[in-house]
Nanobody, 120 residues
């Protein structure tokens, strides 16, 4: 499984960016896909996720500003980020996972990080 993330960069406060994560390899569909981020000196945190049914989940800090979506035909998940703030600066990681209820095991897959820097 390969998760290829792209779209990071430098943006001014109040600006927008769109991150993309394309899945390829032996698996391209998962129980859920999403984005995590890790700022310097902080733990990795969930930003947004979308499960196979289409239900979405967001961190409180990004609600109303970020939108996660997916294109099943392209095996790609997007994170549209608007009204970016300095505190959104972090390395953003694409994540996909499957959960086996029978075994009670979650299997995670990670893409490489993409840097998002919000600065004037």
């Amino acid at each position: 499984v390969q998760l290829q993330a792209s779209g990071g960069g430098l943006v001014q406060p109040g600006g927008s960016l769109r991150l993309s994560c394309a899945a390829s390899g032996s698996r391209v569909s998962f129980d859920a896909m999403g984005w995590y981020r890790q700022a310097p000196g902080k733990q990795r945190e969930l930003v947004a996720a979308i499960i196979s049914s289409g239900t979405t989940n967001y961190a409180d800090s990004v609600k109303g500003r970020f939108t996660i979506s997916r294109d099943n035909a392209k095996n790609t998940v997007y994170l549209q980020m608007s009204n970016l703030k300095a505190e959104d600066t972090a390395v953003y990681y694409c994540n996909a996972y499957d959960y086996s209820m029978r075994r009670g095991v979650r299997t995670d897959y990670w893409g490489q990080g993409t840097q998002v820097t919000v600065s004037s």
